[in-house]
Nanobody, 121 residues
């Protein structure tokens, strides 16, 4: 079955950088979007960045100028380069994607297990 797996989370000091990666595996016919969400304790899950199949890219206002999302359509992966990290960026980060497993199948939404990012001195 289709699976999303994140990697790259960890502990970093304020002002530091981390790079998150997400790989989609299994039976994949096409992916029309891949993106990143995050959820901090006691807060709602929010969109961080998204990249559609049409190469349209969207960022949350709080991360514009600091984060960069990149897709490799051939490898079915997406990454999130996070620079100038702040304590408020601390959250569990989740990979999200809409994926078709065959030409006669519709798109289904998938979530990764999440990876913890902690920004603290």
């Amino acid at each position: 079955q289709v699976q999303l797996v994140e990697s790259g989370g960890g502990l970093v000091q304020p002002g530091g950088s981390l790079r998150l990666s997400c790989a989609a595996s299994g039976s994949i016919y096409s992916i029309n979007y891949m993106g990143w969400y995050r959820q901090a304790p006691g807060k709602e899950r929010e969109l961080v960045a998204a990249a559609t199949g049409g190469r349209d890219i969207d960022y949350a206002d709080s991360v514009k100028g600091r984060f960069t999302i990149s897709r490799d359509n051939e490898k079915n992966t997406v990454s999130l380069q996070m620079n100038a990290l702040k304590p408020e960026d601390t959250a569990v980060y989740y990979c999200n994607a809409d994926i078709r497993s065959g030409r006669l199948f519709g798109y289904m939404n998938y979530w990764g297990q999440g990876t913890q990012v902690t920004v603290s001195s």
